[in-house]
């Protein structure tokens, strides 16, 4: 295959297209960037009670992105590095689109305005204002789509300096809230025309062409988030114990993504503000000083995190195949990343998974293409996103000893197990342990939900669809389980060096720290079978969370 055979010539021995020398493949990458930020700030105290802050300044972003990519063919390195390129490689590559120069091009602007004001009487009551007013590049040159202007007011009361407000054990309560618009300019998108040059591929006329990769979509716009929060901060008996709590609910809408189109203009696909979301959540810690004495102090830290997020407009469904990945996809009233499954109706009487469809019948399987009747025929697991999380730190310390031990925690959502069954194997294939339990004769569908390895001739010559089985059997609700965890994160002993021993060498401190990190699994479910919850198999090289042991030594000066 890597020899040249002529079109023009077919009677013609195929020819070496690289008789000597060899390859000298050169990237390079270019970034030209600057940030200009000027801001002015006014302060003014009136009568000691009225304190008035205003700060106004504008920023502007300047990015220049150029990449190459270089392809020396034939280079003679033990002759002096002198090159000498086949006339037939260069045609060789031609005919297989391989192109031996590319050069890329990006260019990136971006201005922004703000305003903020800032105003307290007697450090009771503090009201808090900003405007920003941005402009991109990016999307294009309308004046409705490029520039936005966002916002966002806050207001606090500490009602610990009320005269009302008396109690020896309160040290400082706060309620605070905050409302406003804020914006993103999306992943990677442009409200401009997107022409794009390519090479023909024809054997011979070979010449360069444009063609459209995005249309122009001059309605293309930022997207946006109204969010209000509402929250109390408190400290009582002499601060030992202090915390926070949150509620918030954000409403994100012309959220950017692809969707189809009627193909006039020539795409099929492109990219718009297409949904809308709804989040609701609450947030909670709790700091506390447990015990205290002359050379020991034991203190915790608990926080906890809760939302439920909901798609309220969604201009283009996933595809079932889209919806059934381990990822999750986004349904119309459904989470941001909900997790769908086939419908498993068990093993058949040859071992093969079965499924049923959106009717109630008995397939192998499914349309993976259909996009209208994806609610009737796969089953919503629940959000692939934790909507809950949080931590447990306590913190021991022992005069120059610190120990610090963290549990972090997750919880409300669910798992896809990672993908281990097919119709065929090879030596070069490593199988779950799970296969110990698999069919292997008449009416052991009974008793397991493990497939039958396939014989070739039955794959081959039955039906076609026992090889598709296997692939929806790794996406169906037999292969789903609950993702809650509890993992000990992280534990650090640390020894601080005595002041006088620092000294010696000259140092103001010392310490010396030993720390293991993603050391055990305190808690999961017994259907991960050894998986674990916060790994994804996301494409290339995926690995677990590592257990690490470093040590470490730190110096003052």
């Not at 039906?463 to 037999?478: E, R």
Request: hydrophobic fraction near 35%; include cysteine; aromatic fraction near 14%.
């Amino acid at each position: 295959p890597l020899l040249f055979r002529d079109p023009n010539d077919p009677g013609a021995q195929p020819k070496v297209v690289l008789p000597e020398g060899g390859f000298n493949n050169v990237n390079e990458d270019e970034l030209n960037n600057f940030y200009i930020r000027n801001s002015i700030e006014w302060s003014h105290v009136i009568n000691s009670r009225h304190n008035i802050n205003v700060l106004a300044g504008q920023e502007i972003k300047y990015t220049n992105r150029q990449s190459s990519r270089v392809d020396g063919i034939g280079v003679v390195y033990e002759n002096g590095g002198i090159v000498n390129t086949d006339p037939l490689m260069i045609e060789f590559l031609n005919r297989q689109g391989i192109r031996t120069y590319a050069l890329g091009v990006d260019k990136e602007r971006f201005a922004g305005l703000f305003l903020n004001g800032a105003y307290a009487y007697q450090e009771k009551y503090i009201f808090n204002g900003t405007i920003r007013y941005d402009g991109s590049n990016r999307l294009g040159k309308s004046q409705k789509a490029r520039y936005l202007p966002t916002w966002n007011v806050s207001a606090a009361w500490n009602l610990d300096r009320e005269s009302f407000i008396d109690f020896p054990w309160l040290d400082y309560l706060k309620i605070r809230a905050t409302y406003g618009l804020s914006a993103n300019l999306g992943p990677n998108t442009s409200a401009l025309l997107n022409l794009r040059s390519g090479v023909t591929l024809r054997p011979t006329d070979v010449e360069s062409y444009l063609y459209i990769q995005d249309l122009e979509n001059a309605n293309l716009t930022w997207e946006k988030l109204n969010e209000l929060n509402a929250g109390i901060d408190f400290g009582i008996f002499k601060n030992t114990v202090s915390g926070t709590l949150d509620v918030y609910s954000r409403d994100c809408f012309d959220l950017i993504g692809v969707l189809q189109t009627s193909g006039v203009g020539g795409n099929a696909y492109k990219t718009g503000n297409y949904a809308d979301m709804k989040t609701q959540g609450i947030e909670f810690s709790i700091n506390t000083v447990n015990l205290r004495f002359k050379d020991f102090t034991w203190s915790t830290n608990f926080n906890v995190g809760y939302n439920q997020d909901r798609i309220t407009r969604l201009d283009f469904n996933p595809r079932i195949g889209d919806a059934i990945v381990q990822g999750g996809a986004p349904i119309l009233g459904g989470p941001r990343r909900g997790l769908f499954s086939t419908r498993f109706a068990g093993l058949d009487e040859r071992g093969i998974p079965t499924f049923f469809d959106g009717s109630g019948e008995i397939v192998y399987n499914y349309d993976l293409q259909d996009r209208e009747n994806l609610r009737d025929i796969l089953k919503y697991e629940g959000s692939a996103e934790p909507q809950g999380a949080g931590g447990l730190n306590n913190a021991f310390t022992f005069r120059n000893f610190t120990l610090n031990v963290f549990l972090s925690y997750k919880f409300g959502y669910k798992i896809r197990l990672d993908d281990a069954f097919s119709p065929r194997y090879t030596d070069f294939s490593s199988l779950s342990r799970s296969f110990v339990n698999r069919w292997v004769v008449p009416g052991d569908e009974e008793f397991t939900d493990i497939p039958v390895i396939l014989d070739n001739n039955v794959l081959s010559a039955e039906n076609p669809d026992f090889q598709y089985a296997y692939d929806l059997y790794n996406k169906s609700t037999a292969r789903v389980a609950d993702g809650t965890y509890v993992r000990l994160k992280s534990i650090r002993l640390g020894y601080a060096l005595p002041a006088t021993w620092a000294r010696k060498i000259r140092a103001s401190n010392a310490q010396i720290a030993i720390v293991g990190q993603n050391l055990y699994l305190l808690y999961y479910v017994a259907k991960l079978n050894g998986q674990d919850p916060e790994f994804f198999q996301s494409g290339g090289v995926a690995l677990p969370q590592p257990r690490l042991i470093t040590t470490s030594i730190s110096v003052g000066f």
